[in-house]
């Protein structure tokens, strides 16, 4: 082995020199010259792995026609240099980095993380980056949309949306990497991470990887306090129409509350503020409902309670037959007074009292917590449960079990049981842990605890009692002052003044004189549905718009005498008026033999609808 290295090392010593001196004059008329090459090659061939390519390189030397030496040598002091360089920039990255920058680090399970996204998608330098990631932007139902963007069907009457998520663009982020940008002068570098982890309690047991981003912002300055100024501000942009908004929450999927904290709710809407006046109900009831919530939402209020050891806790009861109010009202205390609705449905199947524990601990230090119908979660104390289960049977009950024997079970017998069996386990939320939720030892403080019943005798005493419910609300069917204000409200314009047509043509079906062109011929008849005119962007076509600010409050009046007091609920009636929300002449000459159809349907418990 040593005999066949000395032998390469000889070849290559002859083969390599005398190529290099038939090709370069200079070389043979220097024979020190000549060495030193030969010797440089010699020893560069080992370390760069190029012995076997020795006639390569002889080749390379006759077709450039001088020695490659400086070539080999100039690349590998480039080759140095570049290592050199890179480990003096990450010496010094890494002592700017550990003494002159600062970094905060955001979740992307954090609100904070949404804000920041939202803000970085709105900046120009941002947008124009090289490294971008498209995510698609849906609007919600509520944002405001140009009827220039709307297209029409093939004959241009109706609406088509179907290419309407077509002309929405794309919002576009930073990619996963690294980014800079300036912002009020300072320079900011910003880190998109994603890393994967092993959730070990996924769905049915089983365990998945999951990601998770972190998202890391640095700044050239000593302190975070550039940061925290850009996190502000990005918070800020993006609330800055929230006082416009409410938004509700309800709670999250099983798999996700088991995380608990902020995973314990999710965003399912975010809607225009509801105005007070557009609830309907007693005046002197809003006001004391808006003056009990004030005092308590009040700064002062906490150090009140607690000089007197009273729980910081304010619950509200609101009762009265569907469609009165009760939820909407709730929206506008909402609005009023800022704050986020969380919704929570006591018939959830997966919902426990350990969900329902947790829920309420999670809740944030001001909001309103809204538990619709109350009365249908089938709330009953362990007692009650009880007496069920041991009810004496009558005696022909008792005989006919005595009489029947397994024999004699059929699989709908079968079937029975095992649905009791099913039911005795989805027994969902139980009085006391309800009870426990609200008012418990370790139940959160600083909310706005708002029930609602349409049966509130059926409701347990425990559960209504002064200190869990604190003011009990009262709703009813609509009075005719009630009916007057729905009427004036329907037909007022968005600023408050009544809309105008800008035509006065004929409606299909309505002669010159306002009347309607036939006449119910019977109690159980109605008019004939005239073919519906389609409505352009311009007006609907009645001369019926054409009323002024002062005539509405007197067709208003008008409407509300043909309305029997207290029958028909606030929502029975704006149903009524939304059918012709652009007639408000024709809803006062029909409202009379709607109203009397509605009594007989009503007298009849039927659920079909003669006059609508």
């Known amino acids: 082995m040593g005999t066949a290295n000395m032998d390469m090392g000889a070849f290559f010593r002859g083969l390599l020199p005398t190529a290099v001196a038939n090709e370069t004059g200079f070389a043979a008329n220097d024979s020190s010259t000549h060495n030193m090459h030969a010797n440089v090659i010699e020893s560069l061939l080992p370390l760069i792995g190029l012995r076997s390519f020795a006639p390569m390189y002889s080749f390379i030397g006759n077709w450039l026609g001088y020695d490659p030496t400086f070539i080999l040598t100039a690349l590998g002091f480039l080759w140095a240099s570049n290592k050199v360089m890179r480990q003096m920039y990450h010496l010094f990255y890494g002592l700017i980095t550990e003494h002159l920058m600062s970094t905060i680090h955001i979740s992307s399970t954090d609100d904070i993380y949404l804000h920041i996204m939202k803000w970085l998608a709105m900046q120009p330098k941002m947008v124009n980056s090289r490294a971008l990631t498209a995510e698609t932007v849906s609007k919600t139902a509520w944002e405001d949309e ?76 000593r302190s975070p306090e550039p940061i925290k100024q850009l996190l502000a501000h990005a918070k800020q942009n993006y609330y800055s129409d929230h006082q416009a908004r409410t938004i509700v929450k309800r709670p999250s999927p099983q798999n996700l509350r ?50 007197r050891g009273i729980p910081l806790r304010r619950g509200y009861l609101f009762h009265g037959p569907p469609g009165t109010g009760k939820t909407s009202l709730s929206f506008a205390l909402a609005g009023v007074f800022g704050l986020d609705i969380h919704v929570i449905s006591l018939l959830e199947p997966s919902l426990t009292e350990e969900d329902l524990s947790a829920l309420f601990n999670s809740l944030p230090r001001r909001c309103v917590v809204l538990l619709e119908d109350i009365d249908t979660a089938g709330l009953r104390r362990p007692s009650e449960e009880l007496e069920q289960v041991q009810k004496p049977k009558d005696d022909k009950s008792s005989k006919d079990d005595a009489k029947s024997t397994p024999n004699d079970w059929k699989v709908s017998d079968l079937a029975k049981a095992l649905k009791k069996d099913t039911d005795d386990q989805k027994k969902g939320i139980s009085l006391s842990g309800l009870l426990n939720a609200i008012d418990g030892v370790a139940s959160h403080e600083g909310r706005v605890l708002i029930m609602t019943t349409n049966v509130p005798e059926s409701l347990d005493d425990a559960l209504i009692r002064p200190g869990r419910v604190d003011l009990q609300v009262a709703f009813t069917n609509a009075t005719k002052i009630q009916a007057q204000e729905l009427f004036i409200r329907m037909y007022e314009g968005d600023q408050g003044r009544p809309r105008h047509s800008r035509a006065k043509q004929q409606e299909p079906g309505t002669p010159m004189n306002g009347k309607s062109a ?95």
């Open 146 to 221: 140009e009827e220039s963007n709307v297209a029409r069907d093939l004959s241009g009457l109706y609406l088509n949306f179907s290419n309407q998520e077509a002309r929405a663009p794309p919002q576009y982020v930073p990619a996963l990497g690294l980014h800079n940008f300036w912002w009020k002068g300072q320079y900011f570098r910003l880190h998109r991470k994603k890393e994967s982890f092993l959730d070990e309690g996924g769905a049915n047991g089983i365990s998945t990887f999951k990601d998770k981003e972190d998202l890391m912002i640095s700044c050239l300055w």
């Open 518 to 612: 036939e006449a119910p011929t019977n109690d159980h008849t109605t008019t004939a549905a005239a073919p519906l005119a389609p409505e352009t962007s311009s007006a609907v076509a009645s001369g019926d718009l054409d009323i002024s600010l002062d005539e509405l409050p007197h067709i208003a009046r008008e409407f509300s005498d043909r309305i029997p007091d207290g029958e028909f609920s606030p929502a029975e009636i704006q149903g009524y008026l939304l059918k012709r929300k652009k007639h408000p002449r024709k809803a006062l000459e029909e409202a009379g033999v709607w109203a009397e159809a509605m009594v007989r349907q009503k007298a009849s418990k039927t659920k079909i609808l003669q006059v609508q």
């Open 258 to 307: 088991r995380y608990g904290g902020h995973y314990n709710w999710q965003q399912v809407a975010n809607r225009p503020v509801r105005d007070m006046r557009t609830v309907v109900l007693d005046q002197r009831q809003k006001l004391r409902v808006l003056a009990d919530i004030n005092e308590y939402l009040h700064p002062e209020s906490p150090r009140w309670y607690a000089n």
